[in-house]
């Protein structure tokens, strides 16, 4: 007779692997899209600004976010008919394509059509590939799944971005539009490498609009968006608010800030799996909020590099525990949407900011602006309170 004490220990079983061909394989189309998009983000506004000034500019930019925001809305539709490499191809091809002809004479108008087209080309990459990316990913290993891919996507944005307009000033406008788009086109040939999930029916899915209204999917949203808004202020106006005769303090600002993210990402995945990304959702808000209530003494550099720090630390961790928390409450026919969803808060969160505060500090100067921004922040705490104690926070039924 076998008794407890001469049972042999049951064997643990090691977690599964989470560096997958089939996700090393998706890097590959993930640092294309990333290089080609943020290569050509203030490329294109330069460019366009030299036939049609700074209104020029501002079509270039806005023409590319406004068919990323809608693209985005319909993208788990397309996904949900033709599946997840097609979609991914034709966003690669749509983001790359346009970009090698950009430099071809036709004047604004043809600029901002090309802008139109990446823009679109964009929103089917982030999301289908956002959506393809979640189901690679061991759904016990999400969250550090989640960071790692943040990080590969993270850092090829961080230096495209300087480096287009220093290739751009050194070489011309041409060349970097040129590889910009060989950078997407070239990721295409990873895709049919991809596995492709099978077309899904309207019934076996959730759709955007119906997320928008589920509770158990809108609360991580409304609260990602609190802090992407902050995000886009941030970038946007953290130049202007401090005092010119401290740049420096400002470029090492822009650079802890997303440092400081990367960091939290990877932490805040690690630390969810074992435990729950729920409870990091507030967390993240209240660093958020509390890293811009310290900028507001811009005249302060300490106070700036520490507050963007703060606040760079918060946004990694909302980052994270948001998605992470939204792909948990959905089956997998769903992911799309999720991806949807959480990249509309970002980009729309970014852009409703940004324009928002430049009114507001026109009225009350830029330290009250970012006080008033972090208690206004504070807005998305009632959902996260609702989140943590209220009913109909888990699973999102398709039915």
């Not at 040939?189 to 076996?204: I, M, W």
């Not at 209240?286 to 507050?307: D, F, I, K, Q």
Request: with cysteine; net charge positive.
């Amino acid at each position: 007779m076998t008794t407890s004490a001469t049972r042999p220990p049951q064997a643990i079983a090691p977690p599964p692997r989470l560096l997958t061909r089939p996700l090393l394989l998706r890097f590959v189309s993930l640092i294309g899209a990333s290089v080609s998009f943020f290569l050509l983000l203030s490329v294109v506004p330069a460019y366009a600004a030299e036939s049609g000034g700074g209104g020029g500019a501002g079509l270039a930019t806005g023409s590319l976010m406004l068919t990323t925001v809608l693209g985005e809305l319909v993208t788990p539709r397309v996904v949900a008919r033709f599946g997840y490499r097609a979609t991914l191809g034709a966003g690669l091809f749509l983001l790359g394509a346009p970009a090698v002809v950009l430099t071809v004479p036709g004047g604004l108008a043809w600029t901002v059509t090309v802008c139109l087209l990446r823009g679109l080309g964009f929103a089917l990459t982030i999301v289908a590939g956002g959506a393809l990316t979640a189901s690679l990913i061991p759904a016990e290993r999400r969250g550090e799944g989640l960071a790692v891919v943040g990080v590969v996507s993270g850092v090829p944005s961080l230096a495209a971005l300087p480096l287009g307009l220093w290739l751009a000033g050194r070489v011309g406008y041409g060349p970097v539009a040129v590889a910009g788009g060989v950078a997407a086109l070239a990721a295409i040939v990873s895709v049919p490498g991809l596995p492709d999930g099978a077309a899904a029916s309207k019934k076996e899915s959730v759709g955007v609009v119906r997320g928008l209204r589920t509770g158990a999917l809108l609360r991580p949203v409304i609260v990602f968006a609190a802090t992407a808004t902050a995000a886009g202020i941030l970038v946007t106006f953290l130049p202007l608010a401090v005092p010119h005769t401290r740049t420096g303090v400002v470029t090492v600002a822009l650079f802890v800030q997303p440092a400081a993210a990367t960091v939290t990402r990877w932490l805040a995945g690690r630390h969810g799996d074992r435990h729950g990304s729920a409870r990091l959702v507030l967390p993240g808000l209240l660093l958020s909020a509390a890293g811009v209530l310290v900028v507001a003494a811009t005249g302060s550099p300490v106070a700036v590099v520490t507050g963007t720090a703060l606040f760079g630390a918060g946004f990694g961790i909302a980052q994270n525990a948001t998605l992470t928390l939204m792909y948990a409450r959905v089956s997998a026919s769903s992911y799309g949407t999720v991806s949807a969803l959480w990249n509309l808060a970002y980009d729309g969160g970014m852009g409703a900011g940004a324009a928002g505060f430049g009114v507001l500090a026109g009225l009350t100067g830029y330290p009250w602006a970012f006080a008033a921004t972090a208690v206004l922040m504070l807005g998305a705490l009632a959902p996260v309170l609702r989140d943590r104690r209220g009913p109909g926070a888990g699973r999102v039924s398709s039915a």
